[in-house]
């Protein structure tokens, strides 16, 4: 599965938009991009996925580049309970996931 | 939908003694069940994962015969830490895939973990 490089930490006003980015320069053309985010002493929350298309849902907005070499996860109004790790995953869909450090995002009143 | 629950939450023993850890899929029927640990301020790693009817497949370096991972019925999954040490503290957590209404089937879903104090 591809390598991602994401910030280590992020800092966002509560009540402002949260971008948060991921490079996966070496995705192949059958991997999707995951994300789920870690509150402290929680299990992993899913929030999106996608493979080419932008998507939305409830949680998140998934921007993709054209050349999906990056994307960014995109919480519209951050609150304090965003406050969380932030993993970005790139694999084959089913496949196990693997995670790396992840973008801590601290959301500050 | 994609709910699962993991039992206990948290569990103290002593050491050498076996500790099992149930994990659960509430609305679906999870067709592979992934266990992960957790040390402190560190990220998830893969420790195994199993298919339903199957044996579990483990990871590099995760001892099979301490770390016994049953996966007899398509909504649960257990794994039993066998004598276990200090070491083996940590927070583990399982995750699920498969069908349900609403959902795809290739998408993980975790449970809340399980924090294991070995004394």
């Known amino acids: 599965d591809a390598k991602t490089t994401q910030p280590p930490s992020m800092d966002c006003a509560e009540g402002r938009a949260a971008n948060l980015p991921c490079n996966h320069s070496?995705?192949?053309?059958?991997?999707?991009v995951y994300w789920y985010r870690q509150i402290h002493s929680q299990g992993p929350q899913y929030i999106i996925h996608?493979?080419?298309n932008n998507e939305t849902n409830e949680m998140a907005s998934l921007i993709i580049t054209e050349d999906r070499k990056s994307s960014t996860l995109i919480l519209p109004h951050a609150t304090l309970r965003d406050t969380a790790v932030y993993y970005c995953?790139?694999?084959?869909?089913?496949?196990?996931?693997?995670f790396g450090g992840g973008t801590r995002l601290m959301v500050k009143p | 939908g994609a709910v699962v629950s993991q039992h206990p939450s948290r569990v103290i023993c002593k050491s050498g003694t076996s500790v099992k850890i149930e994990c659960r899929s509430l609305?679906?029927?999870?067709?592979?069940m992934f266990w992960y640990r957790q040390f402190p301020k560190k990220s998830l790693m893969l420790m195994a994962t199993?298919?339903?009817?199957?044996?579990?497949?483990?990871e590099q370096g995760v001892e099979k015969d301490k770390f016994l991972i049953n996966h007899a019925s398509l909504t649960l999954s257990t794994l039993t830490v066998t004598s276990a040490h200090p070491e083996d503290s940590s927070f583990y957590i399982c995750?699920?895939?498969?069908?349900?209404?609403?959902?795809?089937?290739?998408?993980?879903?975790f449970g809340p973990g399980t924090r294991l104090l070995v004394l």
């Open positions: 609305d679906f029927q999870a067709t592979t």
């Open positions: 995953i790139v694999n084959n869909a089913g496949n196990m996931l693997t």
């Open positions: 199993s298919n339903e009817g199957s044996k579990a497949t483990y």
């Open positions: 070496t995705i192949s053309g059958n991997e999707y």
């Open positions: 996608g493979l080419k």
């Open positions: 995750s699920a895939r498969g069908e349900f209404i609403g959902g795809d089937q290739e998408t993980q879903y």
